[in-house]
């Protein structure tokens, strides 16, 4: 079982920036890839970005292109999201997952997940 661990989250004014940072602990495996996800109230889980296990592939929702970048260091079983100028309706719970393989853009694709960190984007 692998257990994530994310942290950063908290209250930010919109146009601001926050770093988030998943940690892995428990039995590692290679070749994974590492998402994230948001929820919002009363909205659906979204794939925001995910992350191939090299680092060499990146993937991205539209939404967030060119304002998040998401990063990895498997020495240090960690990986980051870099979010920068947030926009309020960005305002969600942010989850950490990871699957073998590929990244996928499918929640149902990611066995472990982090219990999630509150970011809060003010108008």
């Known amino acids: 079982q692998v257990q994530l661990v994310e942290s950063g989250g908290g209250l930010v004014q919109a146009g601001g920036s926050l770093r988030l940072s998943c940690a892995a602990s428990?039995?590692?495996?290679?070749?994974?890839?590492m998402g994230w996800f948001r929820q919002a109230p009363g909205k659906e889980r979204e794939f925001v970005t995910g992350?191939?296990?090299?680092?060499?592939?990146?993937s991205y929702a539209d939404s967030v292109k060119g304002r998040f970048t998401i990063s990895r260091d498997n020495a240090k079983n960690t990986g980051y999201l870099q979010m920068n100028s947030l926009r309020a309706e960005e305002t969600a719970v942010y989850y950490c997952?990871?699957?073998?393989?590929?990244?996928?853009?499918?929640?149902?694709?990611?066995?472990?997940w982090g219990q999630g960190t509150q970011v809060t984007v003010s108008s």
């Open positions: 997952a990871v699957r073998r393989g590929a990244i996928s853009h499918e929640a149902g694709e990611y066995h472990y």
């Open positions: 428990g039995r590692t495996f290679s070749d994974y890839a």
């Open positions: 992350i191939s296990w090299s680092g060499r592939i990146t």
